[in-house]
Protein backbone atom coordinates (compact mmCIF):
# COMPACT_ATOMS: atom_id res chain seq x y z
CA UNK A 1 0.00 0.00 0.00
CA UNK A 2 3.11 2.20 0.90
CA UNK A 3 4.52 1.90 -2.44
CA UNK A 4 1.67 2.78 -4.18
CA UNK A 5 0.92 5.70 -2.59
CA UNK A 6 5.04 6.66 -3.10
CA UNK A 7 4.81 5.82 -6.80
CA UNK A 8 1.71 8.14 -6.73
CA UNK A 9 3.50 10.71 -5.05
CA UNK A 10 6.47 10.52 -7.62
CA UNK A 11 4.22 10.75 -10.26
CA UNK A 12 2.33 13.69 -9.24
CA UNK A 13 6.11 15.23 -8.67
CA UNK A 14 7.32 14.81 -11.75
CA UNK A 15 4.31 15.67 -13.54
CA UNK A 16 4.79 19.30 -11.57
CA UNK A 17 8.03 19.26 -12.78
CA UNK A 18 7.30 18.56 -16.49
CA UNK A 19 4.52 21.62 -16.16
CA UNK A 20 7.06 23.96 -14.90
CA UNK A 21 9.74 23.05 -17.44
CA UNK A 22 7.34 23.33 -19.94
CA UNK A 23 5.86 26.62 -19.19
CA UNK A 24 9.41 27.98 -19.10
CA UNK A 25 9.07 29.60 -22.86
CA UNK A 26 5.75 30.84 -22.29
CA UNK A 27 6.49 33.51 -19.73
CA UNK A 28 9.25 35.23 -22.08
CA UNK A 29 8.46 38.51 -23.26
CA UNK A 30 7.58 39.76 -26.99
CA UNK A 31 10.23 42.14 -26.60
CA UNK A 32 12.90 39.78 -26.18
CA UNK A 33 14.51 38.02 -29.49
CA UNK A 34 15.92 34.76 -29.52
CA UNK A 35 19.34 35.18 -30.57
CA UNK A 36 21.01 32.05 -29.78
CA UNK A 37 20.60 28.10 -27.91
CA UNK A 38 23.68 26.63 -26.40
CA UNK A 39 23.85 23.30 -25.49
CA UNK A 40 26.81 21.64 -23.73
CA UNK A 41 27.97 18.90 -21.12
CA UNK A 42 30.31 19.92 -17.92
CA UNK A 43 31.95 18.85 -15.68
CA UNK A 44 31.98 18.37 -11.68
CA UNK A 45 34.22 21.56 -10.68
CA UNK A 46 35.05 22.49 -14.29
CA UNK A 47 34.34 25.78 -16.22
CA UNK A 48 33.06 26.02 -20.15
CA UNK A 49 33.65 29.78 -21.37
CA UNK A 50 31.72 31.49 -23.67
CA UNK A 51 31.91 35.06 -25.56
CA UNK A 52 29.27 37.35 -25.73
CA UNK A 53 29.87 39.88 -28.47
CA UNK A 54 26.60 40.94 -29.01
CA UNK A 55 25.67 45.10 -27.90
CA UNK A 56 22.38 46.32 -26.32
CA UNK A 57 20.82 44.58 -23.18
CA UNK A 58 20.97 40.90 -23.17
CA UNK A 59 19.33 38.22 -21.33
CA UNK A 60 21.00 34.60 -20.72
CA UNK A 61 18.56 32.08 -19.38
CA UNK A 62 19.78 28.71 -18.57
CA UNK A 63 18.49 25.74 -17.27
CA UNK A 64 20.32 22.56 -16.03
CA UNK A 65 19.03 19.74 -17.96
CA UNK A 66 21.42 17.31 -15.71
CA UNK A 67 23.07 17.96 -12.82
CA UNK A 68 23.50 21.74 -11.56
CA UNK A 69 25.57 24.16 -13.58
CA UNK A 70 25.80 28.04 -12.46
CA UNK A 71 26.54 30.66 -14.42
CA UNK A 72 29.19 33.49 -13.56
CA UNK A 73 29.66 36.49 -15.93
CA UNK A 74 31.99 39.54 -16.67
CA UNK A 75 33.11 42.35 -18.94
CA UNK A 76 36.52 42.75 -17.08
CA UNK A 77 37.98 38.89 -17.77
CA UNK A 78 36.77 36.32 -20.59
CA UNK A 79 37.15 33.88 -17.85
CA UNK A 80 34.71 34.45 -14.94
CA UNK A 81 34.68 32.29 -12.11
CA UNK A 82 32.68 32.12 -8.63
CA UNK A 83 35.82 34.09 -7.70
CA UNK A 84 35.97 36.62 -10.38
CA UNK A 85 32.70 37.72 -12.05
CA UNK A 86 30.55 40.90 -12.14
CA UNK A 87 27.13 39.38 -12.41
CA UNK A 88 26.37 36.07 -11.31
CA UNK A 89 23.04 33.15 -10.97
CA UNK A 90 24.23 29.76 -8.82
CA UNK A 91 20.53 28.55 -8.21
CA UNK A 92 19.39 24.60 -8.30
CA UNK A 93 16.83 25.63 -10.56
CA UNK A 94 17.02 27.74 -13.75
CA UNK A 95 19.59 30.67 -13.85
CA UNK A 96 18.86 34.06 -15.60
CA UNK A 97 21.31 36.92 -15.71
CA UNK A 98 20.59 40.27 -17.34
CA UNK A 99 23.50 41.91 -18.94
CA UNK A 100 23.49 45.29 -19.46
CA UNK A 101 23.76 47.35 -22.38
CA UNK A 102 26.75 49.31 -20.64
CA UNK A 103 29.05 46.16 -20.31
CA UNK A 104 32.05 46.37 -22.35
CA UNK A 105 32.29 43.72 -25.32
CA UNK A 106 33.44 41.09 -25.44
CA UNK A 107 31.62 39.48 -22.06
CA UNK A 108 32.86 36.46 -20.56
CA UNK A 109 30.43 33.94 -19.90
CA UNK A 110 31.43 30.77 -17.51
CA UNK A 111 29.72 27.93 -16.95
CA UNK A 112 30.60 26.31 -13.51
CA UNK A 113 29.69 22.25 -12.87
CA UNK A 114 28.83 22.20 -9.31
CA UNK A 115 30.44 19.03 -7.85
CA UNK A 116 27.38 17.84 -6.60
CA UNK A 117 27.09 15.75 -9.64
CA UNK A 118 29.79 14.44 -11.72
CA UNK A 119 28.78 15.90 -14.80
CA UNK A 120 26.01 19.20 -15.43
CA UNK A 121 24.05 18.93 -18.85
CA UNK A 122 22.83 22.47 -19.87
CA UNK A 123 20.86 24.59 -22.08
CA UNK A 124 21.17 28.63 -22.22
CA UNK A 125 19.00 30.71 -24.65
CA UNK A 126 20.40 33.88 -25.13
CA UNK A 127 18.06 36.91 -25.79
CA UNK A 128 18.20 40.34 -27.02
CA UNK A 129 16.16 42.73 -25.17
CA UNK A 130 14.19 45.28 -27.45
CA UNK A 131 12.42 47.06 -24.65
CA UNK A 132 15.19 49.13 -23.68
CA UNK A 133 16.50 50.70 -27.50
CA UNK A 134 17.14 54.44 -27.76
CA UNK A 135 13.42 55.57 -28.06
CA UNK A 136 12.52 59.61 -29.09
CA UNK A 137 11.57 61.54 -25.30
CA UNK A 138 10.36 64.81 -26.58
CA UNK A 139 11.41 66.30 -29.53
CA UNK A 140 14.42 65.62 -31.06
CA UNK A 141 15.79 64.33 -27.51
CA UNK A 142 15.88 60.40 -26.04
CA UNK A 143 15.93 59.10 -22.22
CA UNK A 144 18.99 58.26 -21.02
CA UNK A 145 17.65 54.42 -20.14
CA UNK A 146 15.72 54.20 -23.02
CA UNK A 147 12.06 54.40 -21.64
CA UNK A 148 9.99 57.12 -22.80
CA UNK A 149 7.99 59.30 -20.11
CA UNK A 150 5.11 57.01 -18.30
CA UNK A 151 6.40 54.26 -20.09
CA UNK A 152 7.48 50.85 -18.25
CA UNK A 153 9.68 47.85 -19.62
CA UNK A 154 9.73 44.38 -17.87
CA UNK A 155 13.42 43.70 -16.13
CA UNK A 156 13.86 40.52 -15.24
CA UNK A 157 16.08 41.54 -12.15
CA UNK A 158 12.76 43.24 -11.19
CA UNK A 159 11.31 39.88 -10.93
CA UNK A 160 10.78 38.03 -7.65
CA UNK A 161 13.70 35.27 -8.53
CA UNK A 162 14.30 34.46 -5.02
CA UNK A 163 10.61 32.88 -5.05
CA UNK A 164 10.94 31.20 -8.33
CA UNK A 165 14.64 29.55 -7.15
CA UNK A 166 13.14 28.44 -3.59
CA UNK A 167 10.13 26.73 -5.31
CA UNK A 168 12.54 24.53 -7.39
CA UNK A 169 14.61 24.31 -4.71
CA UNK A 170 11.91 22.64 -2.28
CA UNK A 171 10.73 20.85 -5.54
CA UNK A 172 13.62 19.41 -6.46
CA UNK A 173 14.36 18.56 -2.21
CA UNK A 174 11.07 16.64 -2.36
CA UNK A 175 11.93 15.09 -5.86
CA UNK A 176 15.27 13.54 -4.51
CA UNK A 177 13.59 12.25 -0.89
CA UNK A 178 11.07 10.38 -2.44
CA UNK A 179 13.54 9.25 -4.84
CA UNK A 180 15.46 7.93 -1.81
CA UNK A 181 12.57 6.11 -0.16
CA UNK A 182 11.55 4.33 -3.54
CA UNK A 183 14.93 3.27 -4.87
Known amino acids: MAARWGRSLLLLLLLLAALALGAEDDDVPEEWLLLHVVQGHIGAGNYSYLRLNHEGKIVLRMRSLRGDADLYVSDT ?59 HFGEGGYSADGVASGQHTYDPEDAPQEEESLLWTVLISILKLVLEILF
Open 77 to 135: TLHPSFDDYELQSATCGQDAVAVPAHFQRPVGIGIYGHPSHLESEFEMKVYYDRSVEWQ
